[in-house]
């Protein structure tokens, strides 16, 4: 079935390390996106990629990185410099519409990274 | 820039009873995305409209672009519709990045 893998589920990390959180899916979208969940908020948006070997920052990328070297693959890096790393991490991705908005948007299981 | 605002914040219902639950927006957009999001933290999407009126099973989303405003209908509510209910829309007219409500957390009681 097409969908979105994500990995690991859960992720404890000590401070001062990166983590990768890896994101997967072969729905054949072009556009894939991470977010960023806390409580009481909504998703932040980190980084987007609409196409391979690009990817744009979004609105909190500041101590995160990502790459985008093939069209089902988009990981994230949690580095060092993110602050407070501590989180639920969702991957998602979409076929945008005509107007070049996003699409239908499906969505990964999460990561729920902890920093000890 | 887009903001999203979503009401109620909570919901608590007795099985059986009809949901509404509120979004609106401050810029004009073409589109509009209800998400739900289950206890354990996957979201799935639920409608994406840009007109008018949607229904799938026992829920149904209408828009009013005019007034920004959209709102989530669930009929003969059930346990299991119980979840955070999110809506979501562009940060302005054509952009792919978009700006997420709060969410509405839903408890429908047997």
């Known amino acids: 079935d097409g969908g979105i893998t994500q990995s690991p589920k859960y992720l404890f990390r000590k401070e001062g390390q990166n983590v990768t959180l890896s994101c997967e899916q072969n729905?054949?979208?072009?556009?894939m996106y991470w977010y960023r969940q806390d409580p009481g908020q909504g998703l932040r948006l980190i980084y987007y990629?609409?196409?391979?070997?690009?990817?744009q920052k979004g609105d909190i990328a500041e101590g995160y990185s990502v790459s985008r070297e093939k069209k089902e693959s988009f990981p994230l890096t949690v580095t060092s410099a993110q602050k407070n790393p501590t989180a639920f991490y969702l991957c998602?991705?979409?076929?945008?519409?005509?107007?070049?908005?996003?699409?239908?948007?499906?969505f990964g299981e999460g990561s729920r990274l902890t920093v000890l | 820039k887009n903001e999203v605002e979503q009401s109620p914040q909570n919901l608590t219902a007795q099985e059986g009873e009809f949901i509404t639950i509120n979004c609106s927006y401050s810029?004009?957009?073409?589109?509009l995305h209800w998400l739900q999001q289950h206890p354990g933290g996957g979201i799935v999407s639920l409608f994406m409209?840009?007109?008018g009126k949607k229904k799938h099973g026992r829920l149904i989303a209408t828009i009013n672009i005019q007034e920004k405003h959209s709102s989530l209908h669930i009929t003969a509510s059930h346990p299991r519709d119980s979840a955070v209910y999110i809506c979501a829309s562009p940060t302005q007219g054509g952009s792919e990045k978009l700006v997420f409500g709060k969410g509405t957390k839903l408890t429908v009681n047997p």
């Open positions: 729905l054949n979208h072009d556009a």
């Open positions: 409209l840009s007109s």
């Open positions: 810029v004009g957009i073409s589109a």
């Open positions: 998602a991705s979409s076929i945008p519409t005509t107007g070049g908005e996003a699409g239908e948007l499906f």
């Open positions: 990629s609409q196409i391979v070997n690009d990817f």
